[in-house]
């Protein structure tokens, strides 16, 4: 039997944006994923149904697997004809026990290949504004092991020299170990005022740095937990003036998302750009409506309307799926004029190459009818397409100026089901800062969740998508802290960087 191939591959510090292309491709490809404890979770997104996930991390020296376990697994699942991805923190090959992997691969006559990561080593002192080389500084680093193997029966570090002749030292797993390092580099002739940072979990919103010099770092960093970097040199004190990633404006605040899954990825790229941990917990799943009969019935007689009116994205999406369904396509809607009630709704029209005729200049129901009196629809038919529970004043009002209205069903919001004891937790422990809602669905499905313990949410940050959310909120007893004033979600990050803004100013 032919042998499967095994990738191991660097899957970089922790930002997920830091795995390489290569990496990214070959996580897709395979048949078995083989994951370390400091591998970001969210790269096991780009895996293939299907596929065997397996996870052999340790923490704090408690291991799932041994090492010899590890090796074993890859030779099986590579002799058993599957192409292996194991991932590993940083690089492979620096601190990874990659090389020990590879060897065993080869013993075993294991075809295989190394995707390089980029190393903590570099990467975790530049999130902390730390450059590794510095022409007024240095011209040499050394990466040194914080956590020898002790069966190795003593050190083989040689300490004297690093101690003086390297000026920069970067030292891996040595947050335990970090008093000893300090007296070892001491005692073999290191200047006791050399600047020195340690950073936990760098490269994500989680990172922390703690600086200081030789002399005083272990008090100040006493209670500093693995994992993490520790620097040594002259270089940490430029960290004062280039410290950029932990001064993004929403750097460390957990958001909590309440909005479909599926449409929560731009709102997550647009927090996790500003440095926040986007927490997603949807409280509301657009799924089709109890019955196509309404939209399938208004589809057959397109040709008998003026006016199309889409006031979602999810609207947009529905409809034309039907369409297609029903042997139609975008051609039905020639000589039909459209109406989207945002830019995001616009966006997925124009996808279609259809041309929207009208936009309001307000996001909401409100501003549909203001913007549909310009366009003199008295005697004009319109179709509304929308979610099944949905606020009347729209197709009432459009009535009132004369013009014939169907209203159709053609999707519905439902609650999920979802696993909430660990938001619970998060919300009881003060791991949220703020709770983020789309609309009055997610609004009251949050509460449906959370309704016994509201007292828990009194020290929440809330913030609201338009006026229509916040009044949800608040009928429900909560308080807005942010409102956003248009129903974007460019904007709603706009507000709430805002909010952060002020607060961290005043």
Request: hydrophobic fraction near 40%.
């Amino acid at each position: 039997m032919k042998f499967g191939e095994v990738y191991l591959i660097g899957a970089g510090p922790g930002d997920p944006g830091l795995l390489t292309l290569k990496g990214k491709r070959y996580i897709e490809e395979a048949d078995v994923i083989i994951y370390d404890h400091l591998v970001n979770k969210i790269l096991l997104e780009f895996v293939k149904d299907g596929a065997e996930i397996i996870y052999v991390g340790k923490v704090a020296g408690k291991h799932t697997k041994s090492q010899d376990d590890i090796n074993s697994l890859l030779v099986s699942k590579a002799k058993e004809g599957k192409v292996v991805a194991r991932l590993k923190g940083g690089d492979p090959f620096i601190f990874g026990r990659g090389g020990e992997e590879a060897l065993e691969l080869v013993n075993n006559g294991i075809p295989f290949e190394v995707i390089p990561g980029i190393t903590a080593a570099t990467s975790v002192p530049a999130y902390a504004g730390i450059p590794l080389t510095h022409r007024d500084f240095n011209s040499s680093i050394a990466l040194i092991t914080g956590h020898e193997d002790p069966s190795k029966g003593g050190s083989k570090i040689e300490w004297k020299g690093l101690s003086t002749c390297i000026e920069n030292l970067i030292f891996f797993m040595g947050a335990k170990n970090l008093s000893t390092i300090i007296k070892k580099l001491i005692e073999n002739g290191r200047n006791p005022d050399t600047p020195i940072a340690v950073i936990r979990w760098g490269t994500t919103p989680l990172q922390e740095t703690i600086v200081g010099r030789l002399n005083d770092i272990t008090e100040k960093a006493k209670n500093i937990k693995p994992p993490a970097i520790i620097v040594v040199g002259e270089v940490v004190a430029l960290r004062e003036k280039l410290n950029w990633f932990e001064k993004k404006s929403l750097f460390g605040k957990r958001i909590l998302i309440t909005r479909p899954r599926g449409q929560a990825e731009s709102f997550v790229e647009l927090l996790e750009k500003e440095g926040a941990i986007a927490i997603q917990f949807p409280t509301i799943e657009t799924v089709p409506p109890d019955s196509w009969d309404a939209l399938d019935n208004a589809i057959k007689k397109l040709d008998t309307y003026q006016w199309l009116i889409f006031t979602s994205a999810n609207g947009v999406r529905f409809f034309i799926e039907r369409l297609k369904f029903n042997g139609k396509d975008i051609r039905e809607l020639k000589g039909i004029k459209i109406c989207a009630i945002g830019p995001k709704t616009s966006a997925s029209v124009e996808s279609l190459g259809i041309r929207v005729d009208a936009v309001p200049k307000k996001y909401i129901a409100e501003g549909v009818i203001e913007e549909m009196k310009k366009h003199g629809i008295h005697g004009k038919k319109i179709l509304l397409p929308r979610a099944a529970v949905a606020r009347d004043i729209l197709p009432e009002e459009l009535k009132k100026m004369g013009a014939e209205i169907d209203v159709v069903d053609t999707y519905k919001t439902v609650k999920p089901v979802e696993k909430a004891n660990d938001i619970k937790n998060m919300l009881k422990n003060g791991e949220i800062d703020v709770i983020t809602f789309t609309s009055s669905s997610t609004v009251k499905n949050f509460m449906s969740y959370f309704n016994t313990d509201k007292k828990m949410l009194k020290d929440i940050i809330i913030a609201s998508i338009g006026p229509i959310t916040a009044k949800t909120v608040e009928e429900l007893g909560l308080k807005n802290a942010i409102v956003s004033d248009e129903h974007t979600i460019e904007r709603f990050t706009e507000k709430i960087i805002e909010y952060f803004g002020r607060k961290n100013n005043g």
